[in-house]
């Protein structure tokens, strides 16, 4: 109807309105109703467009990660008005989405001489508070030819990367090198700690159990080849992945993709917006926190 009113309009003048709307099988009185909101549909118009424009700036500040969830959210904080369905609308429109991953490569190879340790988790990745609980996995980046390994550490309760270690081997080191990071940066005392892991060697070495020790770090593994087990750890590498694109991007030196991991994750830590945290950043969900305003969060 709205295409038949539209021809109408363009081709009155030498036709008459009468002619076209018998011709074309609509009524004048809706012809001319529709004339009548035409200044309305122009500031609908005006108004979605500068809403794609928001859209747009907000989606391109999150490197092209964020979908229409976290791009409300993040207009709401900037003081726009907004419903989600027709964010969703305006950016299925206009050709704005989220990144998407495809594919996952094996990282974790069980050392059967390791001594048992026992999981201490039970897939409940809750917490009351920070540094009562935390995990950690490694993860792959393709680099040229070759690969860069990714160790993490994350606090449970505010989903915060509290440390990490990034290098071209997958030994033992890795893994300490990340641990070591997180002690640091949570003031060097973590006595009663929990760090849960899957069952790789590293994990299982003796090296990496010597540094939890010396920290009182309490260690848990989940079970072999079972990511449930440690499903935080492995939806923080799913959402680097997706927002990071690596499943269409390779990066030509270590130096590029170093670059591109601290940026990104300065932006997770700070800036990038938790479902799980009521759309807070992890930095700014940990400032929130305070005795009286602790809660539980569920993975």
């Excluded at 080849?225 to 590498?237: H, I, K, P, Q, V």
Aim: include cysteine; charge should be positive; aromatic fraction near 8%.
């Amino acid at each position: 109807m709205t295409s038949r009113f539209r021809f109408i309009s363009t081709h009155r003048a030498s036709y008459g309105v009468k002619r076209l709307c018998r011709v074309l099988a609509v009524s004048r009185s809706g012809f001319y109703r529709w004339i009548a909101a035409e200044p309305a549909r122009r500031h609908r118009a005006a108004a979605e467009d500068q809403l794609a424009e928001q859209i747009a700036a907000v989606h391109a500040d999150s490197g092209g990660t964020y979908g229409s969830p976290r791009v409300t959210v993040e207009l709401r904080a900037q003081g726009v008005p907004v419903n989600r369905k027709r964010i969703e609308r305006v950016m299925r429109q206009r050709g704005i989405a989220g990144r998407h991953l495809r594919r996952r490569r094996r990282t974790t190879v069980p050392d059967p001489a390791a001594t048992p340790v026992a999981d201490l988790i039970g897939r409940d990745f809750t917490a009351t508070a920070p540094d009562q609980r935390w995990c950690g996995d490694i993860t792959y980046l393709r680099v040229g030819g070759g690969w860069l390994f990714l160790a993490t550490v994350i606090d449970i309760a505010t989903r915060r990367l509290v440390g990490w270690s990034i290098n071209t081997h997958m030994r033992a080191g890795l893994v300490i090198d990340a641990l070591n990071a997180a002690v640091t940066a949570r003031g060097g005392r973590v006595d009663g700690v929990i760090f849960h892991s899957d069952k790789g060697s590293q994990y299982g070495s003796t090296a990496f159990a010597a540094v939890c020790d010396r920290h009182g770090v309490r260690r848990s593994t989940g079970r072999t080849g079972t990511s449930y087990d440690n499903a935080l750890a492995e939806a923080f590498f799913a959402t680097l992945k997706r927002e990071l694109d690596v499943d269409h991007h390779t990066w030509a030196s270590e130096a590029d993709a170093r670059r591109d991991v601290f940026r990104w994750i300065a932006f997770y830590n700070h800036r990038r917006r938790h479902s799980a945290l009521g759309y807070h950043s992890p930095a700014a969900y940990e400032r929130t926190l305070t005795s009286a305003t602790l809660q539980q969060i569920a993975a």
